[in-house]
Every structure is written in structure tokens, then in C-alpha cells.
């Protein structure tokens, strides 16, 4: 089964310019995440949709950031304006909810952002 | 954001070496999980914890769920080359939210 995908892998920009982040999740999976790493501050929520539905944004740094999921087996993480302090590495994740236990997330590959 | 503490930071082993590594926290958690990230790559879910005092293994791997809810434990038996990484923990303390806080990791290196 093919896992987490994650487009493109690696994303080179100049500061300023429109950044999108591009995730097919495992089919038959509900909830959906968005995490960002940094060695400074690890490794942190941005946002989670479930069914296609944003959740939480609570970790979204600002108004730069937004995430959409059109359906089910597709989200998108766009930065407008980027700058260089949202370098980092980019991971989404998907996860099926059971019912008598918590989710537990299987991550993409990532893609590796540098804003120059 | 919060983050887990996540001890040792790194361990230098030799193979064939069994290691141990502890995830703290200060709040009590419903859930603990534990990945393994190889450079370049994404975490990759090792075992999943639901249940305090809960013991689960995965191969040579074994990870417990603390009888306080705020600490987790996961060993490694009989290290070998392809343990080689970073281990993170991640713990839920929140039914009805599924955010998951990390910690900071445990670099493992296997000395020759």
C-alpha cells in the first residue's frame, strides 16, 4: 500500500515569493495533519482536519499560513508571503481513527523548504 | 510549542548493546507513541501505547506506558546498524483533540 505522498520533496524560493505544499494521505484515512520541523523547535502541529474538516489551527504561525483539504485524497499547505524563518521541513501525516483507541499518525517523506 | 523531555539526548552504543530511553512529562497523558526517523526521511511509527502500565513489543523493540500516565519507556534490544536514528516520542493528553505533543528526540550512533 502506497503510503503518505508528499509534493515536492525539496522547494527552493526566494523570500516573498508563493509557497504550496501538496499532500495525498493514505486512502481511507479521516484525519489528516500538518507538522513543520525545525531544530530549534522540533517537531510542531500546524493544523489537523478530520473528514476534510479543519479541526485546529491553533499552531499555524500566522495569517501567511493557510491549509486546504478540497476532499478526501488531497490538501494543500500554502505560505503567501514565504520568509526565510519558514525553512524547515514539512510533514503531513494521515491517520485512521478506531474506536476504542486513539489516532496514531503515519508520516510523509516531508519536504524540505528553504526561503532564501 | 510544549514539548516532551526526551532522555537520553543521544547514546553512543556498540552493536549488539541493549539501549533505554524515557519520554517525561508533566501532565498526565492517554496516549504514548514512539517513531524512529532515518535522515531525510519521515517519523515512522514504531509502537503505540493506550493504556497505563500497558507493555508492547514490536520485534526486538519494547515500549510501556507509565503507571503515573506522565512517562514512557522504550527499549531496544540487541542494538543493531539499522537502529541507527533519532527517536521521538509523542504523547495525547486530551480525548476529543488529536494533537500530539513530541519530544525532543534521542539520537542513537552505533559505534563501530
Known amino acids: 500500500d502506497a503510503g503518505v505522498i508528499q509534493s515536492p520533496r525539496h522547494e527552493v524560493t526566494e523570500m516573498g515569493q508563493e509557497v504550496t505544499l501538496r499532500c495525498k494521505p493514505i486512502?481511507?484515512?479521516?484525519?489528516l495533519f500538518w507538522y513543520r520541523q525545525t531544530m530549534m523547535r522540533g517537531l510542531e502541529l500546524l493544523i489537523y482536519f478530520n473528514n476534510n474538516v479543519p479541526i485546529d489551527d491553533s499552531g499555524m504561525p500566522e495569517d501567511r499560513f493557510s491549509a486546504k483539504m478540497p476532499n478526501a485524497s488531497f490538501s494543500t499547505l500554502k505560505i503567501q508571503p514565504s520568509e526565510p524563518r519558514d525553512s524547515a521541513v514539512y510533514f503531513c501525516a494521515s491517520s485512521l481513527k478506531l474506536s476504542t483507541r486513539g489516532l496514531a499518525p503515519y508520516f510523509g517523506p516531508g519536504t524540505r523548504l528553504t526561503v532564501l | 510549542g510544549q514539548q516532551l523531555n526526551q532522555s537520553p539526548q543521544s547514546m553512543f552504543i556498540q552493536e549488539g548493546e541493549d539501549v533505554s530511553m524515557n519520554c517525561t512529562s508533566s501532565?498526565?497523558?492517554?496516549?504514548w507513541l514512539w517513531y524512529k526517523q532515518d535522515p531525510g526521511e519521515g517519523p515512522v511509527l514504531l509502537i503505540a501505547?493506550?493504556?497505563?502500565?500497558e507493555l508492547t513489543s514490536n520485534g526486538r523493540l519494547t515500549a510501556q506506558f507509565g503507571i503515573t500516565r506522565k512517562d514512557s519507556f522504550l527499549n531496544i534490544s540487541a542494538s543493531i546498524p539499522s537502529d541507527v536514528g533519532i527517536y521521538f516520542c509523542a504523547g495525547r493528553n486530551n480525548f476529543g483533540n488529536e494533537k500530539l505533543t513530541f519530544g525532543t528526540g534521542t539520537r542513537l550512533t552505533i559505534i563501530p
Open positions: 486512502s481511507g484515512h479521516d484525519y
Open positions: 501532565s498526565i497523558f492517554n496516549t
Open positions: 501505547l493506550y493504556k497505563a502500565g
